[in-house]
């Protein structure tokens, strides 16, 4: 986009400067990935403000400056797009790129597995064409405008996860990535501190589908009822998703079932996606990660994708760090689902694990689910509940309403050890008392519980251990 379409666009004051109006390829929120020609835009942050570093952006070779106040220190002639707020001005420049191409948007959002839904789907539609998708998991109101701008004028998808943790949140993005597909593959517990409940959580995710282009297509799963209701409420035309296949389930026009695990971490599915009927293997296993297939695969085949190309890309997709990656060390499967936590995501993954342990020992290491609010001390509970069900050897537990988990764990007649840790090093001096020689250890808990480094300092044990 050139600068003064750039201008236009935010609806900034200033002008172009002596520079003539250049053609900007780049935008810029840290000023150390500055390439030359890019535009900075700064942001101002709880700990940095970008502000500050204009300058040396500059000096790095930005082409312009998008700021909410006049700078100082810049080289003359430097081009100052001013705006009120320069996060929101970032996302209409992002929106204007949208709608000055041809790509077809997929919206994703969810309570758990967004990223994994739109890995899968990337990975489908990137063998129909040229495909863009988030960074990770850039997906609030920097992350997705940023993600968008990122993608190429010549991609015919892009794929984009749209994450909120409080209401207001979904409406201003949905406009900005004004998606054709919009899909919501489920709802749970999550953020409850802001969003008070399940119904607020799926009243919340379903304004999404308001944003819908013209002709677009929105999708949401029926396994949930308040997702489902909150749907119809929204957008009547919406599609049906089920996993389950019973009660009004049993209806909808894309259905999946989890067929069993295979050799190496891998699953099998099978998918009916209206008329078109598959078999797929991934690089997934347990039922859960059912739901997120099929909305993946669902989302694809609307767009065009037929049965090689998504069983295609669903066998080849590589899934992020730190979501139920299963990997082998020695004796030991490891299941490194470290990224976050919330109850729905919990009760998953803890059942997944227990799915692979089988006969084999299974230790649970998990961590706080941070933002439950007033609920938070009955969803830890009712985690102990599930993690004592699990037929788990231990159950180890890093941060607050420990108490609440250990209540959950004697509600559920469990009989194995249980331990409060507070550091990777007392986990692993913890953990040595079981005398384990193999077994499966799942390490799961919200972001900022950092549960990986926990992960570390157990690997790390294990290869003394082997050395020695």
């Not at 998504?310 to 066998?315: D, P």
């Amino acid at each position: 986009m050139t600068l003064s379409a750039i201008l236009a666009a935010t609806g900034a004051v200033g002008d172009v400067g002596e520079r003539g109006n250049p053609v900007i390829e780049a935008v810029r929120i840290d000023s150390r990935a500055v390439i030359p020609g890019c535009l900075f835009v700064c942001v101002p942050g709880a700990r940095l403000d970008g502000h500050h570093f204009a300058a040396e952006a500059v000096a790095k070779g930005a082409a312009a400056v998008l700021a909410d106040r006049p700078l100082s220190g810049l080289p003359e002639g430097t081009p100052v797009l001013l705006v009120r707020d320069t996060v929101a001005a970032l996302g209409k420049l992002a929106r204007a790129w949208r709608e000055s191409v041809e790509a077809k948007l997929v919206a994703v959002s969810g309570s758990a597995g967004k990223t994994t839904v739109k890995e899968l789907c990337a990975a489908i539609l990137s063998r129909v064409g040229p495909t863009a998708k988030n960074y990770k998991n850039y997906n609030n109101r920097i992350g997705l405008p940023l993600s968008m701008l990122e993608a190429a004028a010549t991609d015919r998808f892009w794929v984009m996860e749209l994450g909120i943790s409080a209401p207001g949140e979904m409406a201003p993005l949905a406009a900005i990535a004004e998606p054709d597909i919009a899909v919501i593959h489920n709802v749970g517990p999550a953020h409850l501190e802001a969003l008070r409940d399940v119904a607020g959580v799926a009243a919340e995710k379903t304004r999404l589908f308001g944003a819908l282009r013209p002709g677009g297509v929105a999708l949401a799963s029926m396994d949930y009822p308040e997702l489902w209701e909150a749907a119809l409420a929204v957008y009547p035309r919406v599609r049906g998703m089920s996993v389950r296949g019973q009660g009004a389930g049993h209806a909808a026009p894309y259905r999946a079932k989890y067929l069993g695990a295979l050799s190496e971490g891998r699953g099998r599915f099978f998918l009916k996606l209206g008329d078109l009927e598959l078999e797929a293997v991934t690089p997934l296993t347990g039922g859960h990660f059912a739901e997120n297939i099929l909305a993946a695969a669902a989302a694809a085949h609307i767009l065009g994708a037929g049965e090689k190309q998504i069983v295609s890309g669903l066998e080849t997709a590589v899934m992020p760090e730190q979501r139920f990656l299963c990997r082998r060390q020695g004796c030991f499967t490891i299941i490194d689902d470290t990224y976050n936590a919330n109850p729905l995501s919990m009760r998953r993954a803890i059942a997944s694990a227990a799915e692979a342990a089988k006969d084999k020992p299974l230790v649970l290491v998990l961590g706080e689910m941070r933002e439950m609010g007033a609920h938070a001390a009955d969803e830890h509970a009712r985690l102990g509940e599930i993690a004592g069900c699990s037929g788990a050897k231990a159950v180890f537990f890093h941060g607050n309403y420990a108490d609440a988990v250990a209540e959950g764990l004697t509600r559920s007649g469990f009989s194995g050890r249980f331990a409060v840790v507070d550091t990777p090093d007392a986990f692993v001096e913890a953990a040595t008392p079981l005398g384990l020689d193999c077994g499966v250890l799942l390490f799961k808990g919200s972001r900022s519980m950092r549960m990986e480094e926990y992960l570390a300092a157990f690997t790390q044990s294990l290869q003394k251990d082997a050395s020695a």
